[in-house]
């Protein structure tokens, strides 16, 4: 068992929790990710480690599911079942000269941690947070703290620029010689924004996120197509060359269970009600 | 001795055989001819002296019976069920040659489940030495090398990466072949000799090789994990799994009690299984239980089949179409899967296996209709680890190289199971973890 020593919700339907598991936080690298079961008929879902102090590991997760409902449903002070990790390949961390960080919705999460091994490394971070809407986003404090520059930019113009993330990556591309640039964010937001730095081949990283059971690379559940090879993001990744990712088959993957997540959703929203009148 | 009828079992995953009654093991016991030299225990590898707790079987003595096994093995329920011993310990039964051998497994497992349910004391720890010993893996060859190191009074460490223990004992084989509650029973047996377990913990990420080789002794013990693939067209499409995965979603996770549990599987209507191992027969039997109508493709002949006999015996009996001598060249689909294409195979000469070499013959390319393709055509040695093991010696096919004691090329790092083998069976993997238990207990003593 690992305890949530922390919980809160820092945006709209969007979570920060706490989780005291030393050896994750003592090991893990920018870019890595965990394995969290809540309970034990849980599933195990791997989510990225967005901060670590001391003991503590920091997961930041949009409830969209089951699992992740029932885990912004966990009060600080109460535990989780298993935490594996850290798992994945670390970050590429290396003096590039100038990178760019884009992080779409919950995809900021993964951000800071990033920056700052950057940053440690002499590199000049750029980030460019993107949301819905200014209710969707996150991180914009810590994010300016490291960042040498900092710009927002949401759908509806509701805060900072009016449009989307990979408008300002294109502007930044047109005008200035960038080394290196992460793009984490709902699939769909990587596979167009990659796009911008196809031509001048800018190495540009993605974070992916398929299903995953083990994340050891046992089951081959998250295999994803990379330059027309298999690779496992388990291991193999979780972050590729965003040029190289077949992004339509990863989107397709990901769908593979929406029906039964829809049921175990409904499930879990039907027990959380009833117990609530019961209440 | 029974076994469940098949449309009774094929609907839940209860333990298909339901083993001896006491008469039929006492009637079994007696017939063995308690040879002067017992063939039997040098077909077994980790030893027992099977003719010794035969002849207390026969007397009746059932807890005594058991005092004997686990001296040479702690997981006797275990081997028991899942031990070849057609071609082991019964194999080389005296009585085999006239009639039919001794049905030693069964009477292994007869004892062991007798003293699961009359609570046999498990061997004492022995006396501490202070020395520490890290095992990376929980799966049959860790925990047996955990029982001989504590035994011995070493100090363990069990690194397991899944949430739970018992490797292929619990994410691979089945409830119906291997009931749960048996794996978690003698497991937590050895653990309760003082063998400290952390879960979750994947060595090479949560503990770096560094802090590893800190310890007195390592024990590499991380099975054959990684799922081949056979690289073909349509492999990504949903509903292809690795057998690894279906099994694991099943037996570790219970995708079979969803949405009781949360973790979901596909419920194929048709589904197709490559390969004819253990492990394909053990998918074909889930997915069968699921609900599916099962085809099992092979490329060579039934007889070839490397499952064993028993295992492809139920398997048929539980309605699985067998198709050999084909092979699947594609899958068919747009995102799902909807078919399996197969070219038929010819039989030519042995191949280093001894098996014939199967060759496709031109233009006999026929489909199966699927909406699950699930591939169990082998393991290889768990990659993560090891590739951050770089300076560890290790064969063409990725296992870690280790001499009959365990030891590998760095110096206290010893390793055993299918890790060194590739994948092989439970008993074989233990047989080696005690050898390299005994090493490291001699080394630990210089």
């Not at chain 1, 935490?83 to 290396?94: D, N």
């Not at chain 2, 039929?24 to 308690?34: G, H, S, T, V």
């Not at chain 2, 693939?229 to 009690?257: C, K, Q, W």
């Not at chain 2, 109508?293 to 092979?298: A, E, I």
């Amino acid at each position: 068992m690992y305890t949530i020593t922390a919980s809160n919700e820092i945006a709209e339907n969007i979570f920060e929790i706490w989780v005291e598991a030393p050896h994750v936080a003592t090991h893990a690298q920018a870019g890595q990710f965990v394995i969290i079961r809540v309970d034990e008929t849980g599933e195990r879902i791997p989510l990225t480690i967005s901060a670590v102090t001391g003991d503590r590991v920091r997961i930041i997760f949009m409830a969209v599911g089951k699992t992740t409902h029932a885990l912004a449903g966990i009060q600080a002070g109460e535990d989780i079942a298993d935490i594996a990790g850290p798992l994945g390949k670390p970050s590429e961390i290396e003096k590039y000269g100038t990178c760019v960080l884009v992080g779409g919705g919950v995809g900021i999460a993964s951000l800071p941690f990033i920056a700052q091994s950057l940053k440690k490394a002499d590199n000049r971070v750029i980030g460019i947070i993107g949301a819905r809407s200014a209710n969707f986003l996150i991180l914009e404090d810590e994010m300016r703290s490291i960042c040498d520059e900092l710009c927002i930019t949401t759908d509806d113009g509701s805060k900072g620029f009016h449009g989307f993330a990979a408008d300002i990556l294109k502007e930044l591309n047109n005008t200035r010689k960038l080394d290196a640039v992460w793009i984490i964010g709902p699939t769909i937001m990587m596979k167009v924004t990659a796009e911008v730095t196809r031509e001048k081949k800018v190495q540009t990283f993605v974070s992916l996120n398929p299903i995953m059971v083990d994340g050891t690379g046992m089951c081959g559940s998250c295999r994803c197509r990379v330059g027309n090879e298999t690779k496992f993001a388990c291991v193999d990744g979780p972050e590729f060359d965003a040029h190289a990712v077949d992004f339509n088959l990863l989107m397709q993957r990901q769908r593979m269970y929406t029906e039964m997540e829809r049921i175990s959703l409904e499930r879990f929203h039907e027990y959380t009600c009833t117990s609530r009148e019961e209440q | 001795m029974a076994v469940r009828p098949a449309d009774e079992r094929v609907r839940d995953f209860s333990e298909v055989d339901t083993g001896f009654s006491r008469e039929e093991a006492i009637a079994e016991a007696e017939r063995c001819l308690q040879c002067k030299k017992p063939l039997c225990i040098d077909g077994c590898p980790v030893g027992i002296d099977i003719p010794a707790f035969i002849a207390l079987i026969a007397e009746g003595d059932i807890c005594a019976a058991a005092g004997i096994i686990q001296q040479s093995n702690m997981l006797p329920a275990i081997c028991g069920r899942v031990c070849p011993q057609e071609t082991q310990c019964e194999e080389r039964c005296i009585l085999g040659n006239k009639e039919s051998p001794v049905r030693i497994g069964q009477l292994e497992r007869y004892v062991a489940d007798f003293a699961r349910k009359e609570g046999v004391l498990p061997p004492e720890r022995g006396k501490n030495t202070g020395k520490q010993v890290a095992v990376v893996g929980s799966g049959p060859a860790g925990i047996t090398a955990a029982a001989e190191l504590a035994a011995a009074g070493h100090d363990v460490t069990i690194f397991e990466s899944l949430h739970k223990p018992g490797g292929v004992l619990t994410y691979g084989i089945p409830a119906f072949r291997l009931p749960k509650d048996i794996v978690d029973y003698e497991i937590n047996r050895v653990l309760s000799r003082g063998v400290r377990l952390l879960c979750n913990h994947v060595v090479g990420r949560s503990i770096t090789v560094q802090e590893l080789l800190a310890y007195d002794a390592v024990l590499l013990g991380t099975g054959a994990g990684l799922p081949y693939f056979m690289n073909l067209p349509g492999e990504h499409l949903n509903g292809v799994y690795s057998a690894n995965e279906f099994l694991t979603r099943i037996n570790l996770m219970h995708a079979d009690r969803f949405p009781l549990y949360d973790t979901p599987v596909i419920r194929g209507s048709r589904v197709v299984v490559a390969g004819a191992g253990n492990v394909a027969m053990d998918a074909a039997r889930a997915a069968r239980r699921l609900g599916g109508r099962v085809t099992l493709v092979y490329r060579r002949r039934e007889k070839d089949m490397p499952a064993r006999a028993a295992e492809i015996a139920h398997a048929r009996e539980e309605g699985i179409t067998f198709v050999t001598c084909a092979n699947p060249v594609e899958i068919s689909g747009e995102t799902v899967v909807t078919g399996v294409s197969c070219v038929k195979m010819n039989m030519c000469e042995a191949d280093e296996s001894g098996r014939p070499s199967a060759v496709p013959i031109p233009d006999t390319q026929f489909v199966i209709d699927a909406d699950i393709f699930i591939q169990a055509i082998g393991q290889g040695p768990n990659p993560l680890l090891l590739s951050l093991f770089d300076s560890i010696s290790r064969g063409k096919a990725g296992n870690v190289i280790a001499d009959a004691d365990g030891k590998t090329s760095l110096p206290r790092v010893f390793a055993a199971g299918d890790v060194t083998t590739g994948s092989a069976t439970v008993i074989e993997a233990m047989g080696a973890a005690k050898k390299a238990a005994k090493a490291i207990c001699r080394m630990l003593q210089d």
